[in-house]
């Protein structure tokens, strides 16, 4: 039996046999290449989230899958009894790249972020010394496990599972005097995202990012980079922390490091790496064969096909159009972020959830944060074009919505090459109130806004 083209089936059995933990809206992909999704009625979507900033190289990307095909055929997994090839290779590719000198693998964000906060206790408790508490930045989001969502300066992620994992303590982002504040002789890290992905796209201010380097260097403290969201091109540098101009301790990757499959990595200098010892630490799937090679070809693509060069071609275009959309409406209040993660927030006129839904009828994905922002995160890959075509789907539709002129040019392109889908139908049925039929061109190519 197969479900997989009968949306359904897919999402009855999701419904009776999955946890209900997500809300999806009532779509199935069944297909991917490059930027583009496309679902169990064939319709072609541009994917303006990847996975959320996971496919780094889009879909289907022929490298991508070649390499896992042949590590597939080779050896899928093998126990961390043996020295594996792929994961030394990853290791000393991530360390050339970066300011570490070792790297430990796991399989999600949240388990390197677990590493990262075990180490920097390991740190400092194998040298007998008594420093346990972790400061972080509230509104950040560190993961969901007992530890990084007790990281995570969000009270609503942890408060319904207490009692939370003790040593903790949670600074208004961008505050250095807070910091300073926060800080006692039993500090033994400060962990922060350079660009608060979850909580709406909020960047670190250089200053402050330069004066906590400088304070844990004062003070004897670790300072921790969560890049789960921001490492691996998607800012327009390998890593975010590189857009600063300082050097962490230690630094998380997860999400475009494998360009889809699952793999996470915790990296540290030397100094830091006496906070494990052999046994301290460990993973049974974490650094296997599959995933490293994942890893590795998506490290190599970077440099053959110049992908940090589009990551900041296209955000330039992005930023330029974005911004001015802000300028010509006025519930555009805000476009922040870096490179490929920018964060479009509106005034009270506009449910970001609402507007997401209408964008994805007109055969655009994105995420909505809040109540007041809208996320994108696309592949890597994406071309100018590809990237203004949204932009142009979202001018359409605030036209539509704050009365103004639709630029005549989008009008021509109304419903190109999208069939009535029976998916569009089930949304609208499914959430009325929130949404309004959209009339916007299909994905184009070659005009521009
Ligand atoms: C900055 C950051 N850290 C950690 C995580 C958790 O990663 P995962 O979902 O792979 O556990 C996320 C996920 O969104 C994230 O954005």
């Avoid at 430990?104 to 007998?128: L, P």
């Amino acid at each position: 039996m197969s479900i997989e083209n009968d949306l359904h089936l897919i999402s009855d059995f999701d419904k009776n046999y999955c946890l209900q933990v997500f809300a999806p809206l009532p779509v199935a992909f069944t297909k991917g290449k490059g930027s583009y999704l496309y679902d169990t009625d064939g319709n072609k979507y541009l994917d303006m989230i990847g996975g959320i900033a996971v496919n780094s190289l889009g879909h289907a990307n022929p490298k991508l899958v070649s390499a896992i095909s042949k590590q597939a055929r080779n050896l899928i997994h093998c126990c961390n009894y043996y020295y594996i090839p792929q994961r030394s290779e990853l290791a000393y590719r991530l360390c050339r790249a970066s300011f570490a000198d070792k790297a430990f693998f796991c399989n999600s964000g949240a388990e390197a972020n677990e590493a990262a906060i075990k180490i920097a206790r390991g740190y400092f408790s194998h040298q007998d010394i008594d420093r346990t508490e972790i400061i972080t930045a509230e509104m950040s989001f560190h993961g969901r496990t007992y530890g990084t969502m007790t990281a995570t300066g969000q009270e609503k992620f942890s408060k319904p599972f207490a009692p939370v994992v003790p040593g903790f303590k949670y600074v208004p982002y961008n505050d250095i005097d807070a910091i300073k504040a926060a800080i006692t002789p039993k500090t033994a890290a400060i962990m922060l995202e350079l660009i608060q992905g979850e909580s709406g796209v909020h960047p670190a201010d250089a200053e402050y990012i330069k004066a906590v380097r400088n304070l844990c260097t004062e003070k004897g403290l670790l300072l921790i980079f969560d890049e789960v969201q921001t490492g691996i091109g998607r800012t327009g540098k390998m890593f975010c922390y590189q857009n600063y101009g300082v050097t962490p301790d230690i630094m998380t990757l997860a999400k475009g490091l494998g360009g889809g499959v699952p793999i996470g990595a915790m990296l540290c200098t030397d100094e830091v790496a006496k906070g494990f010892k052999p046994g301290d630490h460990g993973s049974t799937f974490g650094g296997n064969p599959l995933a490293c090679a994942a890893g590795i070809a998506v490290m190599e693509y970077f440099g053959e096909a110049n992908l940090l060069d589009n990551v900041t071609l296209v955000s330039a275009a992005l930023f330029e159009k974005l911004n001015k959309l802000k300028a010509k409406y006025s519930c555009v209040t805000d476009v922040r972020g870096q490179g490929l993660l920018i964060g479009i927030e509106f005034d009270e006129s506009i449910i970001a959830s609402g507007l997401r839904e209408e964008l994805f009828r007109a055969g655009f994905l994105v995420s909505s944060i809040g109540r007041s922002v809208i996320r994108i995160a696309p592949p890597l890959i994406i071309t100018k074009s590809q990237a203004i075509s949204f932009v142009k789907a979202l001018d359409s539709l605030l036209a539509t919505r704050m009365g103004v002129k639709p630029n005549p040019i989008i009008s021509a392109f109304k419903n190109i090459g999208r069939k009535e889908s029976p998916t569009a139908k089930a949304l609208s049925e499914a959430k009325p109130e929130e949404t309004k039929p959209a009339t916007l061109p299909a994905p184009v190519e070659d005009d521009e806004l």
